[in-house]
């Protein structure tokens, strides 16, 4: 705005120098010499229009001579040598904001101020009243000094500075309140998105329930107190039976409004000091902060069961649900809030499993107790013993007894661990624990080798009896363990005839179309197959005639009702197992026989084999008392399958041929 100001000044300053030139001569310039009065009459009539606002109009020669001052008694003066010379050399005007003092003195209260624009203009040979010929029109000859009023503009411009000042002020205020209440806004926003998120962290976001993170924190404060005042803590956890079925057959939306109700009944049901937490699915835990017993809080356990014995109404379907719950104390099942926490998960999943509805924990059915944890890293050690050191698992022998001569026809070999703290442990131990872990595939190839190690030793020796192995339910649904069993014998050169695996009923029935292809494969290297612990699964008539088996054990529970004490009936079971072994020229073995009145029992119901206490227990393979006069197993061409027969042992019926089948098909009725 201030530069606007001087733009006009200087261009009414152009204008005024026009005027007042166009009267004045051209050797008034050239020839520096005051104006006369005639000529300064002229120029101050031509210059006259522009009133008060014209403060002082001066007129400079080229050098430095005043020729013309419109003030009174102004006859001489000096003129800004340096602002002169620029204009007459550069020929564009030259314009300053300065301020003007007139008056008697310069002191003298009756002096004046005011600020005036000084504006010096060049004045070129054209513009005077009688050009010089001899000169170009645009020579510069002089200048003029154009002193304007600035009071109006300075004051137009403080003005304006003003109001410039105040609507930037006000939009400066107008933008911080924006500002301001645009921070102010958000950080409430984001206060209440904090305290919101603070929510969720702690609190299920579809019962309002708290989570598995407050819970966890409650039972740390809790426990905490419970340990000053040796008090007793209580942990609930529960799960709705069969949730899944009723999310995939009703869909999510009414499980929702299913785990909204449950919610809804444990909250009302239970103390205000228990905490009841929703742990994530329809998984829930009831925090018991002060509980008198073990017994107790079993009972409130069932308390909260019986709350699910009214139906939920999920719109108009009455819908009854089923719940397991585990009960776990502290002290009594753990010490620590992660302790406890896992005590009640097993107690819950014991619940689960056995159908109990409620369940207290034990330690018995805790398979990831860290007892369990760290015999599971001995057995990892056992697996892979260190060079030199002694072998931890031993494979012991148990001999099985023809009945008919008493000799000894073949082995089971079975695995014992030798630990160097706990003794020697049976494979109830340690198999269940290896299948769970997946080390039963590990712990079977470690039973495999040895087993044709030693028959490769025993071989050397001139002794052929046949060893049985036990396979687990893993094991028989892969060829995996053919390949190995095969390399196996390849390797130390055992023939296949010399080697049996037995496989449970149960493990048998329950993925045929896996399991049958294994047994035919093993077959057809010559390796018989026998079923154990036969009579307490599902096999029906169908599927035992069609699978690729030889020979039937039969249950010890079954052999153990032959005894003075047995059960009525017991020797018709047995006969009718035998007789349909042998329909289907299956040979029969009879476990656990420990007398000698169940033996001839057994002899006479025409068991083929036997095995148990009576004749030996497992012992290892340097204590078997094992002659060369033991027969070696031979194959049987008339077989129907290529059976083994034992060399002065009553000869096996022929089995009859029947149809090939292809391998995982299963044409079982039962």
């Known amino acids: 705005m201030s530069q606007q100001s001087v733009r006009d000044g200087i261009a009414t300053a152009e204008t005024v120098t026009t005027y007042a030139t166009a009267t004045v001569p051209t050797d008034s310039f050239v020839l520096p010499d005051n104006l006369d009065q005639a000529q300064k009459d002229a120029v101050e009539k031509a210059t006259s229009g522009f009133g008060d606002r014209l403060v002082e109009l001066r007129l400079w020669a080229l050098d430095g001579s005043l020729i013309y001052s419109s003030a009174d008694q102004t006859e001489t003066g000096f003129p800004d040598g340096d602002r002169l010379d620029l204009v007459t050399t550069g020929g564009e005007p030259s314009a300053r904001v300065i301020t003007d003092v007139r008056g008697a003195d310069a002191g003298d209260e009756g002096g004046t101020e005011r600020p005036v624009l000084d504006v010096y203009v060049p004045v070129q040979a054209g513009d005077v009243v009688d050009p010089d010929p001899a000169r170009e029109d645009s020579d510069v000859i002089g200048a003029a000094e154009v002193m304007l009023d600035h009071t109006a503009a300075g004051a137009a411009l403080a003005d304006a500075v003003r109001t410039l000042a105040l609507v930037v002020a006000i939009g400066l205020l107008a933008l911080w309140m924006v500002l301001f209440r645009t921070v102010w806004t958000a950080s409430r926003r984001l206060q209440a998105t904090a305290l919101e998120n603070a929510r969720l962290a702690l609190l299920d976001s579809l019962t309002g329930l708290p989570n598995r993170r407050m819970l966890a924190e409650r039972m740390r404060r809790t426990i905490l107190e419970a340990e000053e005042t040796g008090s007793r803590v209580g942990l609930m956890l529960l799960d709705i039976d069969r949730f899944k079925d009723i999310n995939d057959s009703l869909g999510h939306d009414r499980g929702d409004e299913l785990l909204e109700q449950v919610a809804e009944r444990l909250r009302g049901a239970l103390r205000d000091d228990d905490v009841v937490a929703r742990l994530g699915g329809d998984e829930f835990a009831i925090l018991l902060p002060d509980v008198r017993s073990v017994a107790n809080a079993e009972r409130l356990a069932r308390r909260v069961r019986g709350l699910f014995v009214p139906p939920f109404m999920l719109g108009e379907l009455p819908l009854h649900v089923d719940t397991s719950v585990g009960v776990a104390c502290l ?34 059915e805790d398979d990831s107790s860290p007892a369990r944890l760290v015999l599971l890293g001995d057995l990892h050690r056992a697996l892979t013993p260190a060079p030199g050191a002694p072998r931890e698992l031993r494979m012991h022998y148990q001999p099985k007894i023809e009945l008919k001569t008493g000799r000894t026809v073949g082995l089971e070999a079975l695995m014992r661990w030798v630990h160097p703290t706990r003794g020697v442990l049976p494979p109830t131990t340690f198999i269940p624990l290896a299948e769970q872990s997946g080390l039963i595939h590990d712990v079977t190839r470690y039973a495999l080798t040895e087993c044709v190690t030693q028959l490769a030793a025993w071989r050397a020796e001139g002794r052929a009896t046949p060893v049985a192995v036990n396979l687990s339910a893993h094991d028989v649904t892969t060829l995996a363990v053919v390949d190995l069993i095969e390399s196996l014998l390849e390797e130390h050169t055992v023939p296949a005839d010399l080697l049996e695996v037995e496989i449970t009923e149960t493990a048998l029935v329950a993925d045929p179309s896996r399991v049958v292809p294994v047994l035919e494969r093993l077959g057809a290297l010559g390796i018989r197959v026998a079923i154990d612990d036969f009579g307490i699964g599902n096999t029906s008539i169908s599927q035992l005639r069609d699978l690729p088996v030889d020979e039937l054990k039969i249950d010890r529970l079954f052999v153990s009702d032959l005894g003075v004490d047995g059960r009525e009936g017991s020797e018709v079971v047995v006969q009718a197992m035998v007789d349909l072994a042998h329909s289907f020229d299956l040979r029969v073995v009879a476990e656990g026989v420990e007398d000698e009145p169940t033996a001839v029992i057994l002899r006479r119901l025409g068991v083929d084999q036997a095995q148990g206490f009576l004749y030996s227990q497992a012992v290892p393979a340097d204590d078997l008392r ?45």
């Open 331 to 364: 002290p009594d099942h753990a010490s620590d809030p992660s302790s406890l926490m896992r005590t009640a998960d097993v107690a819950m999943y014991a619940a689960k499993h056995h159908r109990t509805g409620v369940s207290v924990y034990s330690a018995d």
């Open 626 to 670: 094992l002659t060369p006069s033991v027969p070696r197993p031979r194959r049987d061409r008339g077989a129907g399958r290529g059976g083994v027969a034992v060399a002065g042992t009553r000869p096996a019926a022929t089995r009859h041929a029947r149809p090939p089948r292809s391998p995982g098909t299963d044409d079982s009725n039962g």
